[in-house]
């Protein structure tokens, strides 16, 4: 059986900048996994080429063993990490569009959780509050039911009681054949619900691992280990 | 109820303490049946997979156990559930003890401590 991501010999260049140096790793399913790298690290590049956006200069990714296409796009879920909605649509519109382009996605599950977390979805997006929008943008991708979540920066602009929630609609909503890729700088916040992290520097993987093999490796917190990989 | 789960330590080892001091308290009683590993999950703010590694070795070590169709229950061994009881204390005190001795107290003034203040 193929893996859920399969990245081989990954290279990107702008340029004479390597973004991205021969990267080689695989998912699997049922897994949540942190992709972690200061700034300028080229978590998005990998990410935009994950989901087609952007083209590798040499190397594949394959997503259930298809190559990136309509196929991987089918199961792909991605929350970039700019606004893509249109401003003057309501939420309401905005879901019956998902609806129509996806055909994973459960309405239902979009109401519930604009329910809890208070959004009206008569209002225009024009009209919410950045981290509304955030928020609004991270219930339609978790509404689809893909086989892998891509999340660039899911939880930025969002109050801490609203992070909580997020997370816990991003534990309670993948079903177990799942997996979430997270790209964050807020590492405290997410990594109690990580299984993996992988640490990105300037291009190349230094640490892919499982986050309880770090804390009882080094006794310390992956946010702690991060601090001091990455030191400035 | 929130779990204070800390960074710094393997997650799973603090969820299972959570649970055995759950067990010792009679929070969960003897025979009891356990919640899912995702209601589990999602109260203790985790993933599933840790939370699912943490029940498993619960259930190596025999203080759990697993019926086929209708889900996880508490051990009903009493005995085992007096030793967990036991090893718990016993880290604690030996806890206790390391702290009270960088305090430099012997053993009288801890003792007595204890009497005025338990």
Redesign the interface.
Known sequence: MSSLLEVSSLTKKYGNVTALNDLNFKLESGHIIGLLGPNGSGKTTLIKIICGLLQPTAGSVTVNGNPVGVESKKVISYLPDTTYLGKTASVKETIDYFCDFYEDFDADRAYDMLGKLGINPNSRLRTLSKGTKEKVQLILVMSRRADLYILDEPIAGVDPAARDYILNTIITNYDENASILISTHLISDIENILDEVIFLKQGNIVRFCGVDEIRSDEGKSVDALFREVFRC | MSWN?????????QIMEHIEYDIVSGALPPGAKVPSV?EL??EA??????MQ?ALSEMERQGLMRTERTSGRYVTDDEKAIASLKQNLASVGVDGFIKQMKRLCLDKDEVLKLIKDNY
Request: glycine fraction near 0%; aromatic fraction near 6%.
């Open positions: 789960l800390n960074s710094d330590r393997p997650i799973f080892i995702r999950a999602t703010s985790v993933n599933p997979n840790t590694r």
